[in-house]
């Protein structure tokens, strides 16, 4: 249980396009996804909270209308690199939380992925 | 804002050899994560530490959670090749979780 699947796996784009990212929760639902960034030998760098129905939560930094996020349904939550350049080129990285009561919920990730701006 | 060290930084063994990687707070945490990831992939979750004190065993993994709930560590005993990856202790407040720079650890046959 707790599967989450992102897609692509992996993307590579021309400078100045926009690519999009889905993550999907498989056999749960999610009402809070994460979106990271993590560049090579890293850990993972927090860039927004996504809630289902709401506005996404940017952290500090991030820039919303760069990185426009999606939360349309309990299952799937979507990322949008616009105006991409090389700069933007990282793993990325969704996760979605299950909702445990009284407790952190844990959070479950997707396999990644990888953004090559050319 | 809450942070998460983690030591070492990098680590490589031989395999058979046992190691602990250490996670460190100031801050005190409701739950505490141990993640596993290995290189192209997203991390996944190896245990959840809830209660002051509390030790939890997977197979050859012992993972402890100090009693004032601001440190945690992680114990390979007998580590072999196919425990290299990098290692992140993860804090959990009320939603978010605060990721330590991780543990790189490789494992030499």
């Known amino acids: 249980g707790a599967v989450v699947s992102q897609h692509p796996s992996w993307v590579i784009c021309k400078s100045g396009t926009s690519v999009k990212i889905e993550c999907r929760s498989l056999?749960?639902?999610?009402?809070?996804m994460f979106w990271y960034r993590q560049f090579p030998k890293q850990s993972l760098m927090l860039m927004a909270t996504?809630?289902?129905?709401?506005?996404?939560?940017?952290e500090q930094g991030v820039e919303k209308d760069k990185f426009l996020i999606n939360h349309a349904s309990l299952t799937l939550s979507t990322l949008t690199v616009t105006s991409a350049h090389p700069e933007d080129s990282s793993f990325y990285i969704c996760s979605a939380q299950t909702g445990l009561a009284g407790v952190a919920g844990e959070q479950y990730f997707g396999p990644g992925t990888r953004l090559t701006v050319t | 804002t809450q942070l998460l060290e983690q030591s070492p930084q990098f680590l490589s063994i031989q395999e058979g050899e046992n190691l602990t990687v250490y996670c460190n707070s100031s801050s005190v945490f409701s739950s505490l994560q141990w993640y596993r990831q290995e290189p192209g992939e997203g991390p996944v979750l190896l245990v959840t530490?809830?209660?002051?004190?509390e030790v939890k065993k997977l197979k050859r993994l012992t993972f402890q959670f100090g009693d004032a709930r601001k440190d945690s560590s992680l114990h390979i005993t007998a580590a072999q090749p196919g425990d290299t990856g990098l290692y992140l202790c993860?804090?959990?407040?009320?939603?978010?979780?605060?990721f330590g720079k991780g543990t790189m650890l490789l494992v030499s046959p």
């Open positions: 530490v809830v209660t002051g004190g």
């Open positions: 056999d749960f639902q999610a009402t809070t």
């Open positions: 996504s809630n289902e129905g709401s506005k996404a939560t940017y």
């Open positions: 993860a804090g959990g407040g009320y939603s978010t979780l605060t």
